[in-house]
């Protein structure tokens, strides 16, 4: 995420950097903690997305806290687009402002930190200050609007960062953004005047902007966030005393300031850091990702990351599973079909990548698209043209393409199964996100706290405490199905929860000791050749017996592993060793 200048108090001492890379970008938009390419004529353009209030409220008189609300009021109720939320009332108030740039940071009042949320500058990646570091950690210990006309004479400005971004800055004005109790939760900075400086009405209207902006970073989840004390905080010291206000630093692991990286996407590890750090170049491009990883790994989340942080992002994102498609149908799903195609063909339906047109189609499970359909797509990746089914008309589509799959593609490709020049078009930014088991018991930590928060508000059952066995429970568990896994986990412990607190009984893992020797006549061997020790269902059936069909079996077998597998398809399609169109066929789905 990006730094602006004037925040760092010295080179020696500046603030601390936290993601990789620094894409070459010119003059971006602002983005959240992903850095986006576009034109910033595009931005005074329009700034909030098509359908949104902007524009409206500013046509009917300006009414200046009122747009930044009204721009982002379509954007609170879809949780995934936290990012274009916050780029929406950024992106607001740096036009209303004439600005040349702007940037958002978060308060965390208990460990005295602000964490930059959005910026217009790509260039440095997400920074942390202290309060009093910079101007904008002047703002958040004092709590006063700073104007700094003269950057260069300021104190409190430092220029290494104009030095590395190579950004000139004239003019500063950063203000504290407040909740509805007065606490500051942000800071606001916006650089450049357009008219040169910063004027006393600029400063008066920035202030009505800012407590709209306040209202709005209210309503969000990251300022939940920011004020709960976690419950794997409330276990490690149950009875805090009131006096306590300065940061434990042993808790700075588990809490480094917003949980959120972005678009509520929890994971601060190397590995993740990494894939966001790839996720924040590919996003500027049209460039097609392709993104592996075990089933319940995140990989849909981190395509809508890529949309979402895309200058596509006001247009569609159209989801296609192969894996849900008989193979029939997935060609008509993709292409369309003219009318009188097929018997049933009554019209002419679009197919995805008519209804992605100008924004992004994600092709989930490619791995599973049938030979036959390999070659069509690859025409339309590398010409962007197809006819639809029973058509002889071309038609051309501008779609950017993101694909997934949990499958060896290179395996695939050597057994014939996937065409060697589809895969080297489809994985021109590979993205391969970690098992759940290599992400670290920090990552781990922040997605309990995380699932058990958003869990108990949906449910209605607010947890205080998570215990420690409980931890130490889910800490040890492998999770097979990864973040789903244990998404589908707390969930269940948060409804079976007592008085607020999860207990390890309230877990739905098998208990540490029945998983060893379980083995035993019936028992399901998993591919290691030990028991698989799932608590799913006794499947009642004994190897051997004479009046048992294969058939029954194997459908018993099937249903089994489902269930083990917390009703993910996908996966127990994997571990059973079949396709998940076998799979479904199997099950009488399709
Ligand atoms: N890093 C993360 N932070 C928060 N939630 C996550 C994260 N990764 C995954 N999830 C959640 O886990 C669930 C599974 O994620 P997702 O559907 O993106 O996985 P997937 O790899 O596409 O799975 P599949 O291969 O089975 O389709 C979703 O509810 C998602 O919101």
Known sequence: ?????????????????????????????????????????????????????????????????????????????????????????????????????????????????????????????????????GVAGTVAAQGQIIAVSDPGADPRFDASIDRQTGFSTRSMLALPIRDSAGEVIGVLQLLNAGRGQFTLADQAKATTLATSAGQVLQATSLYADLRARSPLEREADPEPSEAVEEPDPSQSQIRPGPKYTFNQIVGESRAMRQVYAIVRKAAGTDATVLITGESGT???????????????????????????????????????????????????????????????????????????????????????????VGGTTTIRTDIRVICATHRDLPAMVDAGAFREDLYYRVRVVPIELPPLRDRGSADRLRLIEHFVDRYGRRHGRPIHRVTKAAQARLLEHDFPGNIRELENCIESAVVLSDEGTIDVDDLPLAPRKAKRGRTQQGSVPTETGQSSGHSGPNLGLQLGDPTLSLAAIERAHIEAVVQACEGNQSEAARRLGIGRNTLARKLGHS
């Open 298 to 388: 995140g990989k849909e989340l981190i395509a809508r990351a890529v949309h979402v942080n895309s200058p596509r992002r006001e247009q569609a994102f159209v989801k296609v599973d192969c894996t849900t498609l008989p193979e029939a149908l997935i060609e008509n799903e993709l292409f369309g079909h003219e009318r009188g195609a097929f018997t049933g063909a009554h019209r002419t339906a679009p197919g995805k990548f008519e209804v992605a047109d100008g924004g992004t189609l994600f092709i989930d499970e490619i791995g599973e698209l049938p030979l036959t359909l390999q070659g069509k797509l690859l025409r339309v990746l590398q010409d962007r043209e197809f006819e639809r």
């Open 1 to 133: 995420m990006t730094e602006h200048p004037g925040d760092a108090p010295s080179a020696r001492s500046g603030p601390r950097e936290e993601g990789l890379g620094r894409p070459p970008f010119p003059r971006p938009r602002a983005c959240a903690t992903l850095s986006l390419v576009s034109d910033s004529s595009k931005r005074r353009r329009s700034t909030a997305p098509s359908g949104s209030g902007s524009g409206r409220a500013r046509a009917k008189g300006d009414a200046a806290g009122d747009s930044v609300a009204l721009a982002a009021a379509p954007y609170l109720t879809r949780g995934v687009e936290l990012d274009a939320l916050l780029v929406t009332v950024v992106d607001s108030i740096v036009e209303h402002l004439d600005a040349e740039r702007g940037t958002l940071y978060l308060v965390d009042g208990r460990s005295r930190t602000l964490t930059s949320v959005v910026a217009h500058l790509p260039e440095l990646e997400r920074i942390r200050l202290d309060f009093g570091q």
